[in-house]
């Protein structure tokens, strides 16, 4: 259960509390043994905000019913950043994901380097890296959905992802790769998920390169490393995240996106819920 002074809704300003974020849990990975729709108001019931991911598997009509406060989902169902043909199925499929958002209030889309397929491996990989040409189609297509988020007042966001463990070949991963796009396109509709599980196994360096990519950062997520299960499990110090987050005044969502350790949800939320609390 999160402490009182948290508050699951996105304000302009959160007063200084016990935790000050507003904080999210991926129902797509914790109470893996309810049915979704009761992992989401379990979720809720605990105070904090839902993440999903692909909407076209869910019952839409009953999500919302739910009451949940949802923060983000998956803003394409099929295409890629960096081919034509790719982006335009992207594009297409990413009008379709707007009108689910709009149903469940869901106000950011959350978007990969390319598409992935359910193993998490690329649908087009590029182990030697994008060329020259894939990064100006790549730019070009965030510049298009930018301007679509910007017509539908929703926030698509750019995650990052490892190519190491999770999603071998996956252009774009690096969270330092996702910056230079958000960062070319500077557009308030485009936006950095900036997930610090994948970027510690990529890059590491966290708090630094959190300073620098703050203006474009549009939700964080978190798992610790290894292992991707909830902070406390890990090698990564949340706490002193969080103090660095206070420190550069983010008040944004903070997404839970992990496994429980031991399939233990209840204590991974309260893990997860201390560990960006003050009293960390």
Sequence with gaps: MLPDAYSRTEPESVETGACPFPLAVCAEMQFLDLPFIE??????????MVEIWDWTRQDLKRLAATGAVFSSMTGYVRGTLADRDGAAELLRTATQSIHAA????VPRLNLHGTGLDPDGLPVLPCAAGPDGAMWMTARDTLCRLAELGARHGVMFVLE?????????GVPFGRAEDC????RSVDHPSLRLMLDLYHAQIGEGNLIAFIERALPYIGEIQVADVPGRCEPGTGEIHYPAIARALLRLDYRGVIGLESW???????????RFATAFSLAA
């Design 260 to 270: 429980a350790e031991g399939g233990e949800s209840e204590r991974a939320l309260t």
């Design 102 to 105: 709009k149903e469940l209030g």
């Design 179 to 182: 910056l230079a796009l958000v």
């Design 160 to 168: 990052n992802l490892n190519a190491q463990i999770d999603h071998p």
């Design 39 to 48: 992992r989401v108001k379990h979720i809720s019931r605990e105070g904090f």
